[in-house]
């Protein structure tokens, strides 16, 4: 089993729809978790930090279940500059291991 | 707002070459790394250099790879003999560590190996 995995996509949706995507993980030594966006050709970016307690900042929100080992990211009310890829990273011992990705489009 | 920046933005080479690639990570970060990806495909991790030296390495990061910090500032990826498959995007990051691990990436160097 890969330590990371996501569903590639692509994600369509409609502007204006709510999507929600997971990703899996294995060793669940991993103290960290992130979700990165990553737009074409360019560096990857934070989007936000994951904790247990989930967290939120705007229309985005993410939550961490140890017990099933996955994270998942919710975007309320997509804009089509949410349109890209969204990334999983896990954080071990410093070393950052990063998901596939999942790719969104948001469609007018 | 600080950033890690990447020298050159695009390189081209040819096959059998040795390329250097430069990055500037931010100044107070303690942890520093390089990345790669090959378009369309995932972000794959190369290398992590901490207190002067590798922590850690993938398998991709064979012989043909070494990591350089010259001075207190530069964070240099050499890849020597470059192959047609070495052609990639390549990122170096930086994060300080401790509570705050979030790593910051620079805008990349796009190596062409023709």
Known sequence: RKEVEQDPGPFNVPEGATVAFNCTYSNSASQSFFWYRQDCRKEPKLLMSVYSSGNEDGRFTAQLNRASQYISLLIRDSKLSDSATYLCVKDSNYQLIWGAGTKLIIKP | ?114
């Open chain 2, 1 to 114: 707002e600080p950033e890690v920046t990447q020298t050159p933005s695009h390189q081209v080479t040819q096959m059998g070459q040795e390329v250097i690639l430069r990055c500037v990570p931010i100044s107070n970060h303690l942890y520093f790394y390089w990345y790669r990806q090959i378009l369309g495909q995932k972000v794959e991790f190369l290398v992590s250099f901490y207190n002067n030296e590798i922590s850690e390495k993938s398998e991709i990061f064979d012989d043909q790879f070494s990591v350089e910090r010259p001075d207190g500032s530069n964070f240099t990826l050499k890849i020597r003999s470059t192959k047609l498959e070495d052609s990639a995007m390549y990122f170096c990051a930086s994060r300080t560590g401790g509570t705050s691990p979030e790593a910051f990436f620079g805008q990349g160097t796009r190596l062409t190996v023709v």
